[in-house]
T-cell receptor, first 113, second 112 residues
Framework: QQQVKQSPQSLIVQKGGISIINCAYE??????FPWYQQFPGKGPALLIA?????SEKKEGRFTISFNKSAKQFSLHIMDSQPGDSATYFC????????????FGKGTMLLVSP | DAMVIQNPRYQVTQFGKPVTLSCSQTLNHNVMYWYQQKSSQAPKLLFH???????NEADTPDNFQSRRPNTSFCFLDIRSPGLGDAAMYLC???????????FGSGTRLTVV
């Protein structure tokens, strides 16, 4: 009930391409869906987040698409750059229930020059 | 800049020798978390404090303990580190549970 399933495990994209990472959740009560970016040897950093009352949120080259009926959300990185090479984690929580974040297993993205 | 600071960045300890990792924050956030992250894995929540209320995850080994003497500081104590405890330990903070975590840069623990 608390799982967040993330795919793919790893992804190679050419510079300038679109990177797409998908997550699916089981708990329909989740109401907060952030994405974190982690570089080697660093802690994760909040990249972008969405609440279930909107279907899409865009910040620069990063877009979250949210499908409430399918219980899925995805991260799209447009015009991917080598500096985007990192591990990306999706997560979910129930803010109203003061639950902690449940993380996906992560996707290692490599953007080739 | 407001931030989450973890010390030390790297810690080497002997098998069975108690070790303490520290975390401080200037964000004045109510919640502080400790995560364990092993190579190529997601962060695993060990415990968190919501103000002074301590919340232990069910599968956190008894070997791990935590202290939060005030809003700004939180400590992770590993009483008898084993080889399997070698990992990156991440501290995070948030205003409320589950929302907008700010992570520190982590402490890489090596057990020899």
């Amino acid at each position: 009930q608390q799982q967040v399933k993330q795919s793919p495990q790893s992804l190679i994209v050419q510079k300038g391409g679109i990177s797409i990472i998908n997550c699916a959740y089981e708990n329909t009560a989740f109401d907060y869906f952030p994405w974190y970016q982690q570089f080697p040897g660093k802690g994760p950093a909040l990249l972008i987040a969405i609440r279930p009352d909107v279907s899409e949120k865009k910040e620069g080259r990063f877009t979250i698409s949210f499908n409430k009926s399918a219980k899925q959300f995805s991260l799209h990185i447009m015009d991917s750059q080598p500096g985007d090479s990192a591990t990306y984690f999706c997560a979910a929580s129930l803010l109203a229930g003061y639950s902690t974040l449940t993380f996906g297993k992560g996707t290692m993205l490599l953007v080739s020059p | 800049d407001a931030m989450v600071i973890q010390n030390p960045r790297y810690q080497v300890t002997q098998f069975g020798k108690p070790v303490t990792l520290s975390c401080s924050q200037t964000l004045n956030h109510n919640v502080m978390y400790w995560y364990q992250q092993k190579s190529s894995q997601a962060p695993k929540l060990l415990f968190h404090y919501y103000d002074k209320d301590f919340n232990n995850e069910a599968d956190t080994p008894d070997n791990f303990q935590s202290r939060r003497p005030n809003t700004s500081f939180c400590f992770l104590d590993i009483r008898s580190p084993g080889l399997g405890d070698a990992a990156m330990y991440l501290c995070a903070t948030s205003r409320a549970p589950g929302y907008g975590y700010t992570f520190g840069s982590g402490t890489r623990l090596t057990v020899v």
